[in-house]
Nanobody
């Protein structure tokens, strides 16, 4: 497991954008973004393999979210556009156990995103 630190969450109006950042404490092969909406289980939304930048998106965010990564800096960014109320959640990044969205069970504090309507 690798410790992660998420940042960039906040309050945004529906239709707006936010950029989330994730910094890994050490090099890792792949990082996934997950979110936990109120009253729901944590779900995968996007992943990136840092050596070849292979990317996975959950259907709910395709066309609205974009994940990118910097292998040298152990950082991953999640650009979120056209946000809606369903995107309100705590967002986490985590090292993957297997591709495309099986995480190591080692979670950080996350960063909260609230979308107002």
């Amino acid at each position: 497991q690798v410790a992660m630190e998420e940042s960039g969450g906040g309050l945004v109006q529906a239709g707006g954008s936010l950029t989330l950042s994730c910094v890994a404490a050490a090099h890792t092969w792949a990082i996934g973004w997950f979110r936990q909406r109120p009253g729901q289980f944590r779900e995968p939304i996007a992943s990136i393999r840092l050596d070849d930048h292979l990317i996975y998106y959950h259907d709910s965010v395709k066309g609205r979210f974009a994940i990118s990564g910097d292998n040298a800096k152990n950082t991953v960014t999640l650009q979120m556009d056209n946000l809606n109320a369903e995107d309100t959640a705590v967002y986490y990044c985590v090292t993957l156990l297997s591709w495309p969205n099986t995480p190591f069970d080692y979670w950080g504090r996350g960063t909260r995103v609230t979308v107002s309507t």
